[in-house]
C-alpha cells in the first residue's frame, strides 16, 4: 500500500487526487497540507511544518511560491516528491535538480499519460520526417485563463522533437514582425487562447503534398491526476535521482 501525502489537497486538482486515489486499492491518503481550512476524510495540516504523518510519497498540486519548502520536506523526511505545480521559476527548477542529488523527484510539464505517450510518438515520426522534408509546427488551444504562453507542454513537445534531429532547429513564436520565407530549420509554435478549453495540441508534418498530424484533446483536468497517482506509485520507494513521466511510461 503506497502512502500519499498531498500537497496542496484544497485545490480543485488536489481533490481530484484525492477522488482518484481513494478509487484506488493499491494507495490511500496519509495526510493533506493546505492553508485552507479543509474539510476531508484524512488527517490535514495548514503547513508541511506541522504534519506529523508519515508517507511514501508526496504530490504536489500547490503554488510556484511554496515549492521550496516542500524540497526542503522532502529532503530532511526523504519523502519522495512528484511536483505537478507549473509556472516555476530558472531558480526553482535548479533547487529541484538539486534536492533531487538526495531524494527521488519527478517532474514533468505534463502529467498526462496521453500526452507523454504522444510525445514519445511524435519525437521518433520527427526523425524519419525532417529528413524527409517535412516542417514541423505546434499548435497549442488552452482557455482563456491561462497566463503563459506557449504552454509549457507545447515546449515539452518541442524540446523533444528538436532533442531527436541531427539538424540543429531553432523555434519560432512569431512571424509577424518580419516578412520572409519559412528556414527548413523552424519549429513553430502558436497559442489560442479561447472560452474553456483544458488543452489541445496538434503537431503538423507539413511535407510536399502530404500532410500528417498527432493532436491530443485533454477532455477534463481529471488526467493529469490520473498520471500523478500512477508516477506516485512508481516514485515511491525509488532511489535519489531526477525522473519524468518518460520513466514512468518506460
Known amino acids: 500500500?503506497?502512502?500519499?501525502?498531498i500537497h496542496g489537497c484544497g485545490g480543485h486538482m488536489g481533490q481530484v487526487v484525492a477522488s482518484v486515489v481513494e478509487k484506488d486499492p493499491s494507495c490511500q491518503i496519509a495526510a493533506g497540507i493546505d492553508p485552507r481550512e479543509i474539510q476531508a476524510g484524512f488527517p490535514t495540516f495548514k503547513s508541511l511544518s506541522e504534519c506529523t504523518v508519515k508517507a511514501d510519497v508526496i504530490i504536489d498540486f500547490s503554488t510556484a511560491s511554496a515549492i521550496s519548502s516542500l524540497l526542503a520536506f522532502a529532503k530532511e523526511k526523504q519523502i519522495p516528491a512528484v511536483i505537478c505545480t507549473t509556472g516555476l521559476s530558472e531558480e526553482d527548477t535548479k533547487k529541484i535538480q538539486q534536492t533531487s542529488?538526495?531524494?527521488?523527484?519527478?517532474?514533468?510539464?505534463?502529467m498526462s499519460v496521453g500526452v507523454n505517450l504522444?510525445?514519445?510518438i511524435v519525437q521518433k515520426a520527427a526523425q524519419t520526417l525532417s529528413d524527409a522534408g517535412f516542417d514541423i509546427e505546434i499548435v497549442e488551444k488552452h482557455h482563456n485563463q491561462k497566463i503563459d504562453a506557449p504552454s509549457g507542454t507545447a515546449l515539452a513537445i518541442a524540446d523533444?522533437?528538436?532533442?531527436?534531429?541531427a539538424e540543429e532547429h531553432h523555434y519560432v513564436f512569431d512571424r509577424s514582425q518580419k516578412r520572409e520565407k519559412r528556414?527548413?530549420?523552424?519549429?513553430g509554435i502558436h497559442a489560442i487562447r479561447g472560452g474553456t478549453i483544458v488543452g489541445e495540441h496538434d503537431i503538423i508534418f507539413a511535407g510536399r503534398d502530404e500532410v500528417i498530424e498527432f493532436n491530443h484533446k485533454a477532455m477534463s483536468k481529471d488526467i493529469f491526476a490520473v498520471g500523478a497517482v500512477k508516477a506516485a506509485k512508481f516514485l515511491a520507494g525509488q532511489k535519489a535521482g531526477f525522473y519524468t513521466m518518460k520513466d514512468v511510461m518506460d
Not at 101 to 110: G, R, T, Y
Open 118 to 120: 504522444l510525445i514519445n
Open 1 to 5: 500500500m503506497v502512502n500519499i501525502i
Open 160 to 165: 523533444a522533437i528538436k532533442s531527436s534531429l
Open 101 to 110: 542529488q538526495s531524494v527521488a523527484i519527478l517532474k514533468s510539464a505534463n
Open 183 to 187: 528556414e527548413k530549420t523552424e519549429i
